[in-house]
């Protein structure tokens, strides 16, 4: 099969030597249908791995009994513990900070010292961000929060098996897609009468 750009669409030659024509309102439908199905599955793989690692984290808190203050550990100590890249995941902003606390926050939260962020906040009324120095930093998980800690990172709710099914069915509904939505196009046209 071979494609060929011509004044009114795209040409598609195939080996038997029939030829169909997709006008370019075709091409942008299917364009968009990929674009969708694309994004969906990038969402979905990006999602998964957050998942994955946000639960390592609440792991390994529970597992070194990091509950008080008192027993925080730094991210050197969750990195040495099997959890690669903890430092990203306990930005003050990430979900997983909504549960995991910082012992010592007063010293270790600083606030972003770009003039252009302070100024924005400045002007739309807003508190300045706070950025985590990592070097001082300790974290935990308080007793209260770890049931919902787990609950939400829970890994069983997402496997790997339902991150491929996943795919599959998200290729297939695109694929149908493709198929469908140009054909309710046209006949949404003949109905209305539009050429």
Request: glycine share 8%; hydrophobic share 45%; proline share 3%.
């Amino acid at each position: 099969m071979t494609f060929r750009w011509t004044i009114s669409g795209l040409k598609m030659i195939q080996g038997d030597g029939t030829t169909t024509l997709l006008s370019y309102g075709e091409i942008t439908v299917y364009a968009i249908i990929i674009g969708i199905c694309i994004g969906l599955i990038i969402g979905l793989i990006v999602s998964y791995i957050s998942k994955k690692r946000n639960a390592g984290i609440i792991r390994i808190l529970i597992a070194l009994k990091a509950d008080s203050e008192e027993s925080a550990l730094t991210v050197g100590e969750l990195e040495e513990n099997g959890t690669r890249i903890a430092q990203r995941f306990l930005k003050t902003a990430s979900p997983l900070r909504k549960y995991v606390m910082c012992s010592n926050s007063s010293t270790a939260e600083k606030e972003v010292s770009s003039g252009f962020v302070r100024a924005l906040c400045r002007i739309f009324s807003r508190e300045v961000p706070k950025r985590t120095d990592f070097k001082e930093a300790k974290f935990f998980l308080p007793d209260s929060k770890r049931v919902p800690a787990e609950v939400r990172f829970d890994e069983g709710k997402m496997t790997a098996a339902t991150v491929i099914i996943s795919i599959l069915l998200i290729i297939g509904l695109g694929i149908g897609a493709m198929y469908l939505v140009p054909k309710l196009i046209d006949m949404a046209q003949s109905v209305f009468g539009a050429k």
